[in-house]
């Protein structure tokens, strides 16, 4: 497919933002660098060391490993917050070419990500108006998506078609645990990632992991072929025993796996920070953001290599490419104040809800459990809800959280382990609902 260049794109004239010192990608010679990818397997950046998957130095002429944020197309501008599906093409344009313009390139999308309408934005916003040497893509196979084995070939050919490529740079055995494991192995997942591989319609063949640490050592041994692991990392989940980011990170690095971290600021919440977790950081750093900070986390790590962000505003492009063009390792002083910060986090009674919406996907009452959870946060500390959350929870399309019948099948789907049944009846009381 060609492309058609934007008119802002490169120039990157972004609301009286200084415009970049190099505006644009180098964009010349855009085939041989999508040859040097599908031959090599690394991709091309301008302005970065030359390292390969495992962090050698490479030789001259084959390729460069790009800045380490990719831009998740998970949580992108909408025109109706309550409507997954409105995407706000305009808005996305302009975060997409200034994230290219400062030299980034990685993008990361799914098939289930805004109801199904990710792959085509990220097509529309970027695959129509670059050149396909200009960025990497990752996209990922759910397993629970699957009705037999003949179904991982037409979803992946759907992918392509919904993306516009003739190839994947990155894909993803989606949000694997132990049900996902099990629906991908009877569905030959892994054996057909493989086989694309094979093809060349894959660079790079991984996961992305949520379960125990034990579960995936169990896993990595049964697949020692993947080239990398997703992981959810960041500083409030490290030694969560729910998550236990920091003994998945520990397992992934004894397998010699490259780390690609989701969930840095875990879902906002690291983002905006409450007040006194936020005073604490501003000891050290005063008017720093919150969310550099998790990026400075979760990149420092030895052998991350690339850091997932869901942007839906400029600011957000800007602040996180800023943190992430030459990250700052933390001192020891720094990895001090973000564990008290997260002691105080984890003291608050608020929801840790990222909003990945696969809860609600099989929701029998037809709950919309993020944004319920999301006004739950909000009120919760007031002890009731002013009369703006109390509209705002009164619009909310679908059941309300009194309707919750208690199956708990969102608990068997959730990431963060949430006790979701639980905190739907919570919210519910809050909001002075019945059960009726």
Partial sequence: MGFQRHAAAGSCDISGYPKPARPGLVLRDARAYTENRRSTGR?????????????????????KM????????????????????????????TLVDAFLARGFTYFDTAPTYHAGHSEEALRRVLVERYPRGAFTLASKMPPWRLEGPEHPARLFAGQLE?????????YLAHSINREHYAQAKEYGVFEFIAQKKREGKILRAGLSFHDTPEFLDQVLTEHPELDFVQLQINYLDWNSPAVQARRCYEIARAHAKPIFVMEPCKGGRLAKLPTEAQALLNTRAPGTPAAGWAF???AGLEGVEMVLSGMNTLEQVLENTAVLKAPVPLEKEEQALLEQAARLLRQSEL???????????????????????ELYNQALPAGAPTAGQAAAYAA?????????????????????????????????????????
């Avoid at 998970?74 to 305009?90: F, G, N, V």
């Avoid at 919904?162 to 990155?170: L, M, N």
């Avoid at 809800?353 to 919309?368: N, Q």
């Avoid at 068997?412 to 009846?425: G, K």
Wanted: include cysteine; hydrophobic fraction near 35%; aromatic fraction near 8%.
């Fill in 396 to 436: 909310l399309p679908g059941a309300k959280a009194a309707q919750c019948v208690g199956c708990k099948k969102c608990e068997t789907v959730c990431p963060q382990r949430l006790p979701v049944a639980a905190r739907m009846r919570q919210t519910a009381a809050l909001f002075g609902q019945t059960g009726a």
């Fill in 351 to 373: 929801v840790a809800c990222t909003g990945c919406g696969y809860c609600a996907e099989g929701c029998p009452a037809g709950i919309p459990i993020p944004q319920v959870l």
């Fill in 66 to 93: 790009a800045k380490k944020l990719g831009f998740g197309f998970m949580r992108l501008p909408l025109l109706k917050e309550e409507d997954p599906a409105s995407i706000d093409y305009p808005a996305l344009e």
């Fill in 43 to 63: 991709f091309y950046a301008p302005g970065r060391e030359e390292r390969g998957m495992n962090g050698r130095e490479l030789p001259e002429g084959e390729g």
């Fill in 296 to 298: 400075r986390f979760a």
């Fill in 162 to 170: 919904r993306c516009g490529v003739e190839y994947f740079d990155y």
